[in-house]
């Protein structure tokens, strides 16, 4: 499972926000780009990033600011989400060279859609499925709708979809752990590649992510930006994790405890967090 840094946008400056809501913003780099590079210079080998003015308007709005992220970190792939609700944002947002369209509202909202844009791209759309509960929040999750996460999930399958994007939205920006119970249960439903999302708060929880089978990838924002989790380490951990497949239960409970060993070893470490409002960093 691989570590995938969010940079979320809006009116141009790096942010994050809580539960997903507009007034609980916090504003971590004035420069989204060099945001950008500073995790694949770290070692990120995917960037979510997300448009957040497109998310809450409905359409996207800060296509000219992916483009120049999507070519900065060239050529770590980038997925892209905010505001898809028509084949021609999702078109555009794909000219900018990301590799991934993530569409959310439409997806969930209109079936023949979600089969069209997966035939005009396929392998190169993301279905994001931001539960509530069992259903789906949609139009940058001030609505929940009366979609269900799992029937989404099916028609994306069928509709040849690249993977589904889980999201409890109650824990996005909370650092409260991931809904793991969830996650498993909608990968084992739905039998396509999942990548988690929301509440993410320590290597630990991305250790119990990586031992759900068709968990490819999560995730991360709030959890990078403020230090807790740093990004080197949690790579590391991963990958030593992944290494001690062949030794796990059905369960992952030994990767689990071989990769909470190597957390312990390393909790004074750490990437340099960094401040809310776009301040430096608190340590070289």
């Keep these: 499972?691989?570590?995938?840094?969010?940079?979320?946008?809006?009116?141009g400056r790096c942010v994050r926000l809580r539960e997903g809501r507009a007034e609980a913003e916090t504003v971590f780099s004035e420069d989204p780009v060099a945001m950008a590079m500073r995790w694949t210079?770290?070692?990120?080998e995917r960037l979510h990033v997300v448009d957040l003015d497109g998310a809450f308007a409905g359409a996207p709005k800060q296509t000219a600011l992916v483009a120049k992220i999507?070519?900065?970190?060239?050529?770590?792939?980038?997925?892209?989400?905010?505001?898809?609700?028509?084949?021609?944002?999702?078109?555009?947002?794909?000219?900018?060279?990301?590799r991934w369209a993530v569409i959310g509202t439409r997806a969930a909202l209109d079936a023949a859609f979600l089969a069209e844009v997966c035939r005009r791209h396929p392998g190169r759309v993301i279905i994001a499925v931001d539960a509530r509960g069992s259903h789906v929040a949609v139009k940058?999750?001030?609505?929940?709708?009366?979609a269900r996460v799992v029937d989404v999930g099916h028609r994306a399958r069928a509709?040849?979809?690249?993977?589904?994007?889980?999201?409890?939205?109650?824990?996005?920006?909370?650092?409260?752990?991931?809904?793991?119970d969830d996650t498993a249960a909608l990968?084992?439903?739905?039998?396509?590649?999942?990548?988690?999302?929301?509440?993410?708060?320590?290597?630990?929880?991305?250790?119990?992510?990586?031992?759900?089978?068709?968990?490819?990838?999560?995730?991360?924002?709030?959890?990078?930006?403020t230090g807790a989790?740093?990004?080197?380490?949690?790579?590391?951990?991963?990958?030593?994790?992944?290494?001690?497949?062949?030794?796990?239960?059905?369960?992952?409970?030994?990767?689990?405890?071989r990769a909470e060993g190597a957390v312990s070893d390393r909790r004074k470490g750490g990437e340099a967090p960094l401040?809310?409002?776009g301040e430096a960093p608190l340590r070289a």
């Design 1 to 11: 499972m691989i570590v995938i840094p969010a940079v979320d946008l809006r009116d």
């Design 41 to 44: 210079s770290l070692g990120a």
């Design 70 to 98: 999507v070519t900065a970190v060239a050529p770590v792939p980038v997925e892209v989400g905010g505001g898809l609700r028509d084949l021609a944002a999702v078109a555009a947002v794909l000219e900018t060279g990301a």
């Design 140 to 146: 940058g999750w001030t609505e929940t709708s009366a």
């Design 159 to 180: 509709a040849g979809a690249a993977a589904l994007l889980y999201t409890d939205v109650s824990r996005d920006g909370m650092e409260q752990g991931p809904n793991v």
């Design 187 to 225: 990968a084992a439903e739905v039998g396509l590649p999942v990548l988690a999302s929301g509440g993410v708060a320590t290597v630990d929880d991305l250790v119990r992510l990586a031992a759900i089978p068709g968990v490819e990838g999560t995730v991360v924002g709030r959890a990078l930006y």
């Design 229 to 257: 989790v740093d990004l080197r380490h949690a790579i590391e951990v991963l990958r030593s994790s992944a290494g001690s497949a062949g030794a796990t239960d059905a369960g992952g409970r030994q990767v689990a405890q």
């Design 275 to 277: 401040r809310g409002g």
